[in-house]
């Protein structure tokens, strides 16, 4: 085994347990804002989570950071243990060769594609050949990230949403290296994990809901920057329409409840209208250019007072809670697990051919 790196070689006082017969172990890389959501969705699955952080003063902050986020999960009832027993369970550490007992490693850092590369280098030379890699990109091609991996069969991606301890989404996204086996062995752990993942058969940038939300994102700052409405407006819209129907249903779900031709004759006379700019929006660049960032700086579409910020965080986190419940209660799209498998070994045989 390599030496291991100079600049990783502290940990905090937070260890695992570690048994033979005890919980599995998994890695995070990468303790940010959703590296530590991801790490505390894997402790209340039950695992022995590793965290790897080079940031001295992330990895001081992250067993309280990752306290925060099990106690309110345990205390609306979405853990049975306790988040001062769940986080017993983590490793918050420096040093890379820490993740050698990890079944998977969940990579979660900037969304770089050299950063990202480096980083999964870094992992393969520190887990054994069968560790899965999952990268959490929002739009990086898995494909070019398995460039010049040991093995690429084994990298895929895993696309969280924010809280990813709390929202019930996951995108598994196939690159064109990645085995059907480890697709397969992905689904188990996202399903182990409290998900209803979505597999991504063949690589795209963006994958499902990026594209189409940034579809949607294109059209409302076409609707605001042209002075059709304004982002109150075009916010208020969406989420008493939208809003009120996306998490019982999905578009095509929602077109068979509500009459599927009526929406070809709205197809044929909308879609030739609809924005289709390549470009960054005026507005966006202008908000950018401001130095804005969100709740996070109290700047955004919005003014907020700090007070406001730190509520609407507040809020978002409070909805996400309730919006789980609720989704709790109506059934998931079902039918199409078993097809998994022969269905990535259909898109193979094409490539192929």
């Known amino acids: 085994m390599a030496a291991p790196s100079k600049r990783l070689v502290q940990r905090s006082r937070v260890r695992s347990h570690r048994s033979e017969e005890g919980p599995s172990t998994v890695g995070v890389v990468g303790m940010g804002l959703m590296g530590t959501s991801i790490a505390a969705c894997l402790l209340g699955a039950g695992h022995c989570v590793v965290c790897i952080e080079i940031d001295p003063e992330k990895r001081r902050t992250a067993p309280k950071r990752l306290l925060h986020l099990l106690n309110e999960a345990h205390a609306r009832g979405l853990l049975v243990e306790s988040g001062v027993e769940l986080v017993?369970?983590?490793?918050?550490?420096?040093?890379?060769?820490?993740?050698?007992?990890a079944q998977i490693v969940v990579e979660s850092t900037v969304e770089s594609v050299s950063v990202k590369r480096e980083v999964i280098a870094q992992i393969e030379s520190a887990v054994k050949a069968r560790t899965l890699i999952g990268t959490n990109t929002s739009a990086i091609p898995v494909t070019e990230l398995q460039l010049g991996a040991q093995h690429p069969e084994r990298i895929l991606g895993?696309?969280?949403?924010?809280?990813?301890?709390?929202?019930?989404?996951?995108?598994v996204?196939?690159?064109?290296?990645?085995?059907?086996?480890?697709?397969?062995?992905?689904?188990?752990?996202?399903?182990?994990?409290?998900?209803?993942?979505?597999?991504?058969?063949?690589?795209?940038r963006g994958f499902i809901t990026n594209r189409i939300m940034y579809a949607m994102m294109r059209e409302a700052f076409f609707l605001v920057e042209e002075g059709y409405a304004t982002v109150a407006d075009v916010d208020r819209s969406l989420r008493n329409d939208l809003g009120s129907w996306i998490t019982f249903?999905?578009?095509?779900?929602?077109?068979?409840?509500?009459?599927?031709?009526?929406?070809?004759?709205?197809?044929?006379?909308l879609l030739p209208e609809l924005n289709r700019s390549t470009s960054v929006p005026r507005l966006m660049k202008k908000v950018v250019s401001s130095g804005a960032r969100g709740v996070s700086n109290a700047k955004g579409f919005y003014r907020y007072t700090?007070?406001?910020?730190?509520?609407?965080?507040?809020l978002f986190m409070n909805f996400s809670h309730e919006i789980r419940e609720v989704a709790t209660r109506y059934p998931e799209d079902v039918g199409d697990r078993a097809a998994v498998k022969p269905a990535i070994k259909k898109e193979r045989r094409k490539v192929r051919k």
């Open 173 to 204: 996204i196939c690159g064109k290296e990645t085995s059907p086996a480890s697709a397969a062995q992905a689904m188990r752990f996202a399903r182990q994990w409290g998900k209803e993942p979505s597999l991504l058969r063949k690589d795209i």
């Open 249 to 269: 249903a999905g578009p095509f779900r929602f077109m068979d409840l509500t009459g599927i031709p009526a929406y070809a004759t709205v197809m044929k006379n």
């Open 88 to 101: 017993k369970r983590a490793t918050i550490s420096a040093e890379i060769f820490d993740l050698i007992d």
């Open 158 to 171: 895993l696309h969280w949403a924010e809280p990813a301890n709390v929202t019930r989404f996951m995108e």
């Open 306 to 314: 700090p007070a406001q910020a730190t509520r609407w965080e507040e």
